[in-house]
């Protein structure tokens, strides 16, 4: 079973989440898959044995074979590559921007004469390790400056082993990232706060689930503030709540020494193993 854990905002407590279930679990892969921010490893504490280099597939042009046609340029939707001439073609050039690209490919396809060949540009780190002898733990960390997390995330899923329960640390937000981590997904928690701001990007973050045809339930941290709206639209939508974890100082102050929830409060541990109970539950049904 795959469970991803999401929020449509960032700040919500979704790595809180994340951990304590991991930590409540038996026989468990963890996938930080939030690689422009990825934290986890603060909480879990992992033992790294593997560091692998995460690419994208970028152009190698050949420009002795190259015919300046420019239809490699009228293809890529992302102005990654430019092709330069004067009037009579003395001067020609093809520039290629490596930043822009998003290793789609159809510049090789489109070349006429097999000009343009794949190559590799590495735009981030992929580390293995593990916590303790139960849990197996995979994240992804993109170089600074580089803007293409989601061929990172699909390498760190690439990594699943689907005969362990795999819990994946999604983005926050709702975009290509985050659609790139919950993707294939059995069920997808979405953690969230009563908070004006909460509240909204939880509808946005259902709304995507529906699109994109997976289960989901949410958790409501710091329920105790702020407002019901988030309690309202479950009920309305028929979204099962999960869990409501109250504001507390002790779990704050355990948050910022990196310690996990589960860790302070050891009955959660029961409360996270009757989560997942529910979720199979509900994929089941």
Known sequence: ?????????????????????????????????????????????????KRTSGY??????????????GKCAEACNYNAIAVMSNNDNSRRR???????????????????VNAIKDSKREIG?????????????????????EAIASALIRQVKDLIRK????????PPGTSCPVINAVSGSNFCILV?????????????????????????GAIINRCDLGDNKVEEYCRKED???????????DIAAAYSKGEPLVKILPEYKQIFRDIFYKI?????A
């Open 163 to 170: 005969e362990k329960l795999v819990i994946i640390d999604a």
């Open 280 to 284: 199979e539950r509900i994929c089941k």
């Open 56 to 69: 994208i597939t970028v152009p190698k042009i050949d420009e002795d074979k190259c015919t300046y046609c």
């Open 125 to 145: 780190i992929i580390e293995e390790g593990g916590v303790g002898c139960d849990i197996e733990f995979i994240h992804g960390e993109l170089h600074i400056s």
């Open 239 to 249: 979204i099962p709540i999960l869990l409501k974890i109250p504001f507390g100082k």
């Open 1 to 49: 079973m795959i469970i991803s854990i999401a929020s449509g905002k960032g700040g919500t407590g979704k790595t809180t989440v994340a951990v304590s279930m991991a930590l409540s679990l038996n026989n468990v892969q963890f996938l930080d898959c939030d690689v422009e921010a990825p934290n986890a490893h603060i909480f879990l504490n992992p033992r790294f044995y």
């Open 192 to 216: 969230t706060e009563p908070t004006p701001f909460g509240f909204n990007d939880f509808v946005l973050a259902s709304e995507l689930m529906r699109e994109m045809n997976i289960a989901f």
């Open 94 to 112: 093809i520039l290629h921007f490596p930043n822009l690209c998003h290793g789609c490919g159809v510049c090789g396809y489109v070349c006429p």
